[in-house]
């Protein structure tokens, strides 16, 4: 295959082995595409400009702007971060740095990811690339943006209410949100210390697969990674049969408050399933329409803690540059955590937290994997919600309750509406990750809706 053809990892790596090409050859082409794309994206937030020490076998990544990088700015997408430059790295890009993954830059986000539609960053909306009218999805709004334009491989990501499939699921790529605890946290500007999970966008599941193998695992700097044995999550990918599979279908993600459209996307997605010999089963998630207000209540509990170390003694700017997403945070959670209050939001919070861990638990008795959307409506125009807080955090009805939950999930691409792309979100119990790959990778071969490209004008 040609080299300006390449979209996948799986890809490259064939042409490294048959040598078809050097890897400055390979780094040079996405760099001068990250380069080009940047002005009509604004994917990036800071270039590499440095093409220097690149490995044999280079795979072109970039890293959300929340994963420090030794000597390479990280700023958060904040304006209280635009000049820091950490003195180490977090683990998961020493890891990749390690098995030759060779950075292109850091990529465009909601500021301290806060945020479900990538127009909260201090440096710009990131723009979607199937159409740059409207918004990317976020937090990791320039880590699918990077991807589905081709401008690197694979771009690391983070999600803490649904930060990787929802932008995932608007721009046509494959996101994983691992088991809380699969990867280390450890550099990685923390948000709710809770429900972070650490992952990674790619446009096929091979790929995402390939580099979960790569970050997955114990980490002691991070005393929340799990020291569960990493299997090879590429294995049985081409051969995984269905049949007899049972499929969970939530009633409470289909809904009249989802899009009618996304609905029939899914239900079609599903299809392919059933007609392989999977067990459709109906089943209930009664909790699920607690979810936003829980979820809105820990987290801002947890990035009022978090942010507070932002004091600008040590490092960092004023805290008179903190974003309007990240001041309506900080206040909401040191309301919620106040005396007088904490029994009244936080403490019962996390009571029906359990109540919505209790919900998966027994759904996973009758079934193997649930399906549903990842969003409950398609991407607004930038500037049509950003001032609209509410709407912004009912984005994530369908997502937040995975993560408090501490579960893994996968959205996987599920077809088009008006050339806007449509995800579908595949969840499975704790630890299920290879089952997830091998479940999405069906439909993907079915469907290869991944060689739909943008047409970026």
């Given amino acids: 295959m040609d080299l300006e053809k390449i979209i996948t990892i799986k890809d490259l790596l064939g042409g490294y082995k048959n040598k078809k090409y050097s890897s400055k050859e390979v780094i040079n082409l996405f760099a001068g595409r990250s380069k080009a794309l940047q002005p009509k994206l604004n994917h990036y937030i800071t ?72 127009e909260n960053s201090d440096f710009g909306a990131t ?88 970050t997955a695992g114990i980490d002691i700097k991070d005393a929340t990674s799990s020291s569960l044995i990493v299997p090879d999550y590429t294995k049985d990918l081409e051969n995984f049969d269905v049949k007899g599979l049972k499929i969970g279908i939530p009633e409470e ?21 059933k007609n392989q010999g999977a067990v459709i089963v109906p089943i209930k998630l009664p909790n699920t329409e607690y979810g936003v207000a829980t979820y809105y209540i820990i987290t801002p509990s947890e990035v009022s803690s978090n942010l507070g170390r932002l004091t600008g003694v040590r490092y960092g700017g004023q805290r008179k540059d903190f974003g309007d997403e990240a001041v309506r945070r900080i206040m909401i959670g040191t309301y919620s955590l106040s005396s007088g209050y904490y029994d009244a939001y936080y403490a019962k919070a996390q009571r029906v937290r359990n109540a919505i861990v209790q919900d998966f638990t027994k759904a996973y008795e009758k079934v193997d994997v649930i399906m549903g959307p ?11 919600i950003v001032d609209d807080p509410i709407k912004n955090y009912l984005m994530d009805v369908l997502t937040v309750n995975v993560n408090l939950a501490g579960l893994p999930a996968l959205s ?11 995800g579908a979100q595949i969840i499975g119990p704790k630890f299920s990750e290879h089952l997830l790959y091998k479940v999405g990778a069906i439909a993907e071969k079915e469907t290869e809706y991944y060689k739909i490209l943008p047409n970026i004008n």
């Fill in 253 to 273: 993600y289909f809904s009249k408050d989802v899009d009618s459209k996304i609905i029939q996307k899914i239900e079609e997605f599903i299809a392919i399933y």
């Fill in 47 to 118: 270039l590499n400009e440095d093409l220097k020490n690149i490995p044999e076998q280079a795979i072109p990544i970039a890293y959300k702007d929340i994963f420090s990088t030794k000597g390479v700015k990280t700023t958060a997408a904040s304006k209280i971060l635009q000049n820091y430059v950490p003195p180490f790295s977090a683990t998961v890009v020493e890891r990749l740095e390690n098995n030759n993954f060779y950075s292109l830059g850091k990529l465009n986000c909601d500021a301290f990811a806060h945020g479900a539609s990538g």
């Fill in 374 to 384: 990842v969003v409950p409506i398609m991407p607004p125009k930038i500037g049509e």
């Fill in 127 to 214: 723009k979607n690339p199937y159409d740059t009218s409207l918004i990317s999805g976020g937090s990791s709004s320039g880590s699918a943006v990077a991807v589905a334009s081709g401008s690197v491989l694979v771009a690391t990501a983070s999600d803490t209410g649904g930060s990787i499939r929802n932008p995932a699921s608007y721009n046509n790529t494959v996101g994983i949100k691992p088991t809380y605890g699969r990867v280390s946290r450890y550099g990685v500007t923390s948000m709710t210390s809770s429900t972070d999970s650490i992952g990674h966008l790619t446009k096929t599941v091979w790929d995402n697969a390939y580099v979960l193998n790569k």
């Fill in 412 to 422: 996987v691409p599920a077809g088009f509406i008006n050339n806007i792309p449509v």
